[in-house]
């Protein structure tokens, strides 16, 4: 079966640092870009980057260039979101995505994670 | 930076069909795609391509895009169809998506 399985619920205080997880199986991980895609309680999607494990090509939303940095290790299958200071308006659902094909443009994410929670609080 | 326009809401009784519109700039010059997601899951990619639809997505959902805009047609709606829904295009290597329209099925 072809699934992202991501990391657990964190809870996690202003200044902390965090690295969340997005491991792929089923398909060969190293063929297809993997995105990462925010979602703040009540709102909408916003796109935040997205990797090439082969290579590890990285492209930033500037909305998160700088924010935050997108990693991957393709001996475990494994994209990573990572956060060096933490703050408050970084809680959101933080989904991973693989597209449809192995194009980098013009195709849709099939393939979602289940999500992971990211609470920062003090 | 490139912006997708989407209503907020859209209301449509069962059996009827449901549209749901997305706007932006020459949109119609890229590839459209639409993502449905309910209350604690994940989205789901119900068009690609502007009218593709992935394996196990019911024929009912039909999608299209010219000129500002792409629309998503949803025919003989169901009570399980209500969700948001979520344009997506792609501007350069960057992704962007519409801000969303929750679908009411009454």
């Known amino acids: 079966e072809v699934q992202l399985v991501q990391s657990g619920a964190e809870v996690k205080k202003p200044g902390e640092s965090l690295k969340i997880s997005c491991k792929g199986s089923g398909f060969s991980f190293t063929n297809y870009w993997i995105a990462w895609v925010r979602q703040m309680p009540g709102k909408g999607l916003e796109w935040m980057g997205i990797i090439y494990p082969s290579d590890s090509d990285t492209r930033y939303s500037p909305s998160f260039q700088g924010q935050v940095t997108i990693s991957a290790d393709r001996s475990v299958s494994t994209a990573y979101l990572q956060w060096s200071s933490l703050k408050a308006s970084d809680t959101a659902i933080y989904y991973c995505?693989?597209?449809?094909?192995?194009?980098?443009?013009?195709?849709?994410?099939?393939?979602w994670g289940q999500g992971t929670v990211v609470t920062v609080s003090s | 930076s490139y912006e997708l326009t989407q209503p907020p809401s859209v209301s449509v009784s069962p059996g009827q069909t449901a549209s749901i519109t997305c706007s932006g700039d020459?949109?119609?010059?890229?590839?459209a795609c639409w993502y449905q997601q309910k209350p604690g899951q994940s989205p789901v990619l119900v068009i690609y391509?502007?009218?593709k639809r992935p394996s196990g997505i019911p024929e009912r959902f039909s999608g299209s895009n010219s000129g500002n805009t792409a629309t998503l047609t949803i025919s003989g709606t169901q009570a399980m169809d209500e969700a948001d829904y979520y344009c997506?295009?792609?501007?350069?290597?960057?992704?962007?998506f519409g801000g969303g329209t929750k679908l009411t099925v009454l």
């Open positions: 391509k502007d009218t």
């Open positions: 995505a693989r597209p449809i094909t192995t194009r980098l443009m013009d195709d849709g994410f099939e393939i």
């Open positions: 020459e949109l119609g010059d890229k590839y």
């Open positions: 997506q295009a792609w501007d350069s290597t960057t992704v962007v």
